[in-house]
């Protein structure tokens, strides 16, 4: 009847061991009412209020830090990528030209879903009291925590919260006349123009790497190339090293006897 509805969906949801122990027909039933009698003694529904009140509340200000602080790091990179483009335009890449850093939001799948369930889950757990809701909230949110520490999805964890990968970097190259050739690699360009090329986006990803001091740049820093320029004629070389040098680095290069002049 009603009443072994209701003990076999307390066993349920709570675990069978009274279930076990002492079955769901009704004539369990003083068992039942004994242990809902020591429920309330312990405080158990007080205590649970407080429970939905925490989750609620502090839930949603935890989660929603990372997701402002996930949108926060994404809008730091094009920051970063600033006073990168301020040296690169002061330094001509060929003839005149100068070379920019683009920067685009590119969010992968995963990680919008990830944003988009965390979000969901937040937004009903803070708005509702409805228990059914709440503990739905509760499971999605601890299956997302779940599946943060797995370490069998490292990768994708990876995914979703390496902010790095939620942007496109390209290069593009103005020229004088008003002409932009967009996306730069050094395959693209000749053995002296890839060279130089190269020596300007390390010398960006080092100072990115570095970080800045609040004067823009860093200090000091150390770079050393085996091997430097070796392919690059005279004047490809030395703008090479002065793209380096415009990014505040101290230059230690190695090449060959006959390769220095």
């Given at each position: 009847?009603a009443?072994?509805e209701?003990f076999?969906?307390?066993?349920?949801?709570?675990?069978?061991?009274?279930?076990?122990?002492?079955?769901?027909?009704?004539?369990?039933?003083?068992?039942?009412?004994?242990?809902?009698?020591?429920?309330?003694?312990?405080?158990?529904?007080?205590?649970e209020?407080?429970?939905?009140?925490?989750?609620?509340?502090?839930?949603?200000?935890?989660?929603?830090?990372?997701?402002?602080?996930?949108?926060?790091?994404?809008?730091?990179i094009?920051?970063?990528?600033?006073?990168l483009?301020?040296?690169?335009?002061?330094v001509?890449?060929?003839?005149?030209?100068?070379?920019?850093?683009?920067?685009?939001?590119?969010?992968?799948?995963?990680?919008?879903?990830?944003?988009?369930?965390?979000?969901?889950?937040?937004?009903?757990?803070?708005?509702?009291?409805?228990?059914?809701?709440?503990?739905?909230?509760?499971?999605?949110?601890?299956?997302?925590?779940?599946?943060?520490?797995?370490?069998?999805?490292s990768?994708?964890?990876?995914?979703?919260?390496?902010?790095?990968?939620?942007?496109?970097?390209?290069?593009?190259?103005h020229?004088?006349n008003?002409?932009?050739?967009?996306?730069?690699?050094p395959?693209?360009?000749?053995?002296?123009?890839?060279q130089?090329?190269?020596?300007?986006?390390m010398g960006?990803?080092l100072?990115?790497q570095?970080?800045?001091?609040?004067?823009?740049f860093?200090?000091?820093?150390?770079?050393?190339?085996?091997?430097?320029?070796?392919?690059?004629?005279?004047?490809?070389?030395?703008?090479?090293?002065?793209?380096?040098?415009?990014?505040?680095?101290?230059?230690?290069?190695?090449?060959?006897?006959?390769?220095?002049?």
């Amino acid at each position: 009847g009603a009443l072994s509805e209701t003990f076999r969906r307390f066993a349920r949801e709570f675990g069978g061991s009274h279930a076990q122990t002492h079955g769901t027909s009704p004539e369990a039933a003083e068992h039942y009412a004994r242990l809902h009698q020591q429920i309330v003694a312990d405080g158990l529904p007080h205590h649970e209020a407080q429970f939905r009140e925490y989750f609620a509340n502090r839930s949603y200000e935890r989660f929603s830090d990372l997701l402002q602080l996930l949108d926060e790091e994404r809008r730091m990179i094009s920051e970063r990528i600033k006073p990168l483009n301020q040296i690169l335009g002061e330094v001509a890449f060929e003839h005149g030209s100068l070379l920019r850093l683009e920067v685009e939001s590119s969010i992968p799948v995963e990680a919008a879903a990830f944003r988009k369930d965390l979000k969901n889950a937040l937004q009903d757990a803070y708005t509702t009291k409805d228990e059914g809701t709440l503990a739905s909230s509760y499971q999605a949110l601890e299956a997302l925590v779940s599946a943060l520490s797995d370490p069998g999805l490292s990768a994708w964890r990876s995914t979703v919260l390496d902010v790095r990968q939620h942007v496109l970097i390209s290069c593009n190259e103005h020229k004088p006349n008003g002409e932009v050739e967009t996306g730069l690699e050094p395959g693209t360009l000749s053995g002296g123009e890839g060279q130089r090329f190269t020596s300007f986006i390390m010398g960006a990803a080092l100072a990115y790497q570095l970080g800045f001091a609040t004067a823009g740049f860093t200090s000091f820093g150390t770079v050393m190339i085996d091997e430097a320029f070796i392919q690059a004629n005279s004047e490809y070389a030395a703008a090479g090293i002065r793209a380096l040098q415009e990014f505040g680095f101290h230059l230690v290069l190695a090449a060959p006897e006959d390769k220095i002049d």
